[in-house]
């Protein structure tokens, strides 16, 4: 079992930034994979950003590619998400996810993804 929890949401104005933060606990060094995944109201959850527990690859959607950085702290076992010149449609409850089993995934869907924090909310003004 790994447990996630996430924070660092908040509101800002367009234009901002915001650092999330999300703490995984219990069996995390069966990590494969960690994600952040966001969702609208009324919308799908979709795809923001991965990265390999080791660190090696990271893979963006196009729309925060450039402004959004994932990253992690092995020794804290916490992944973070730094997102930078945030717009109004930035607006969604982000949620981080882990794969914890080696294989071939397709990263981008969540469905894939076995453990999920509870969500925090990211609200950006214009």
């Known amino acids: 079992q790994v447990h996630l929890v996430e924070s660092g949401g908040g509101l800002v104005q367009a234009g901002g930034s915001l650092r999330l933060s999300c703490a995984a606990s219990?069996?995390?060094?069966?990590?494969?994979?960690a994600g952040w995944f966001r969702q609208a109201p009324g919308k799908e959850r979709v795809f923001v950003a991965a990265?390999?527990?080791?660190?090696?690859?990271?893979l963006y959607a196009d729309s925060v590619k450039g402004r959004f950085t994932i990253s992690k702290d092995n020794a804290k076992n916490t992944l973070y998400l730094q997102m930078n010149s945030l717009k109004p449609e930035d607006t969604a409850v982000y949620f981080c996810?882990?794969?914890?089993?080696?294989?071939?995934?397709?990263?981008?869907?969540?469905?894939?993804?076995?453990?999920w924090g509870q969500g925090t909310q990211v609200t950006v003004s214009s």
């Open positions: 996810a882990t794969i914890v089993t080696i294989g071939d995934y397709n990263i981008t869907s969540p469905i894939e993804y076995g453990y």
């Open positions: 219990g069996r995390t060094f069966n990590n494969y994979v």
């Open positions: 990265i390999t527990w080791s660190g090696s690859s990271t």
